[in-house]
């Protein structure tokens, strides 16, 4: 499934930078930026249950927030990009 997750974090509170890099990085393990703090990410259900808890898990819910979009199975028909940054594709092989 496709979800588009957004996050802001307050970097100016204690640790904030530090969840801030967590967070990110949680997300780019399973997908790709597409803006500044905002991921496309596609997971298997059950890998969503661990990155859903590991995101949770990293940030401060009094000062940070997550916003989760599901855009399921067909979400990519639904995403128009324009503009710089090229778009990579998951689904594509992957040449190191």
């Known amino acids: 499934m496709l979800i588009l997750v957004s996050y802001d974090v307050e970097v100016t509170s204690p640790g904030g930078a ?3 890099r967590r967070i990110a990085r949680a997300c780019k393990d399973y997908g790709q930026r597409v803006q500044f703090s905002v991921f496309e990410i596609e997971v298997a259900p059950d890998q969503w249950v661990l990155l859903r808890a590991r995101l949770v898990g990293e940030m401060d819910p009094v000062r940070d927030s997550l916003r989760f979009y599901f855009l399921g199975s067909g979400g990519r028909r639904r ?3 324009l503009g710089a940054k090229p778009v990579v594709d998951l689904d594509a ?3 190191v």
Do not use: A, D, S
């Open 79 to 81: 995403i128009e990009h």
């Open 93 to 95: 092989p992957l040449i």
């Open 18 to 20: 530090r969840r801030l």
